[in-house]
């Protein structure tokens, strides 16, 4: 089992920037790739980022490309998103997830899931 914890969520301005983390604890967290993920209310849960047990390989999606970034150090734990230049359509609960490898960026593909963050952009 893999605990993964959430947190850096708020309330910005249009233009602004957040630093997300995600926590991990429970089994060899260092050997999972790493997901970021939203869901805007209404909406369904879609891919925002991925970063590889070795922090070699990240994919993003089309609609965060060159604003969010995604890394990690597996000697410290967490996995960051740090994302600026943030827009009001970024609002949505953020999610972190922890697969096997690169799974691609269905939501189903991942083995674990935590609770989420608010992230809130005001125009």
């Known amino acids: 089992q893999v605990q993964l914890v959430e947190s850096g969520g708020g309330l910005v301005q249009a233009g602004g920037s957040l630093r997300l983390s995600c926590a991990a604890s429970g089994r060899t967290f260092s050997s999972y790739g790493m997901g970021w993920f939203r869901q805007a209310p209404g909406k369904e849960r879609e891919f925002v980022a991925y970063?590889?047990?070795?922090?070699?390989?990240?994919y993003y999606a089309d609609s965060v490309k060159g604003r969010f970034t995604i890394s990690r150090d597996n000697a410290k734990n967490p996995v960051y998103l740090q994302m600026n230049s943030l827009k009001p359509e970024d609002t949505a609960v953020y999610y972190c997830a922890a697969s096997t490898g690169w799974v691609g960026p269905r939501p189903s593909k991942y083995d674990y899931w935590g609770q989420g963050t608010q992230v809130t952009v005001s125009s």
């Open positions: 970063i590889s047990w070795s922090g070699g390989s990240t």
